[in-house]
Every structure is written in structure tokens, then in C-alpha cells.
């Protein structure tokens, strides 16, 4: 059995995970990384995806975040999510929603560094709604 590490997934809402785990695959703002026991340590900030949680006994955890921070250090692994939602509890309905109020904000937006913002969240909550769709 491949070693594991204490996971953890906090929104401000509550605690969604708290597990042993041998792999958690996370959004990380230059692109998704993996990460397992005996990681180097890090803090980075997370973009809108999917977290993928390989549980120690086996099984997978799918949660949906948008965005947050990561700190990984040798006590294991805190997630931080601005907002946390389990994919089975997830609404494809809601996403869409996100979806178009990010579309009409890039669409509102009137100077270039917030368009850029707006057309960078739309196009990570797109790259999360195709991934639930997986």
C-alpha cells in the first residue's frame, strides 16, 4: 500500500475532508499538480476546478472549489477553498449560472486588466464544468 497523509478541505462554510490519502490532484493557478506523502513543502493560491482526493482505504473524493490556497507542509496537506462543494452535490444548473454571470462580466467589464481577470475566471470555470462533465 502506497504511504498516505492527512488531507484536509476547509470552506468557510465547514470542514469538507478531512482524510488519510495517498494522492490529491489540485488547481493550482499554473496548472493542476499532484501531490502525495513526502512532498516537497508549498503555499500557492488554487484557481475554480475540481480537487480529486485518492482516499488511504481506498476510493475517491471529487470537490468542486473556487479557488483558495494551498499549504502543503511535512503535517500533511490544508486546503483552503474560498467556496467547496462535494461534485455529487453539485448542480450543473449553478455552474451554467457561473458560467453566464462570468460571460456577462467580461462583456461589462471596461478596462483591459479587469476584462482579463473576467475572461480568466470564465475560462477556468468552463475548464470545471467540462471536467464535471467527465
Known sequence: MADSFKF????PERLLLSEQVTAVI?????????V??????LMTTLKPGVV?????G????RIFIQGGFADINPDG???LAEHAV???DLSADELDRQIRNAEEDVADAKDADIRSRAEHRLADLQ????ALAA
Open 36 to 41: 502525495m506523502a513526502h512532498h516537497a513543502p
Open 8 to 11: 484536509e478541505l476547509v470552506s
Open 58 to 61: 481506498g476510493g475517491e473524493r
Open 127 to 130: 475548464n470545471a464544468r467540462a
Open 77 to 79: 496537506f490544508t486546503l
Open 26 to 34: 489540485a488547481p493550482g493557478t499554473e496548472g493542476y499538480f499532484t
Open 52 to 56: 480529486h482526493a485518492t482516499l488511504g
Open 86 to 88: 462535494p461534485v455529487e
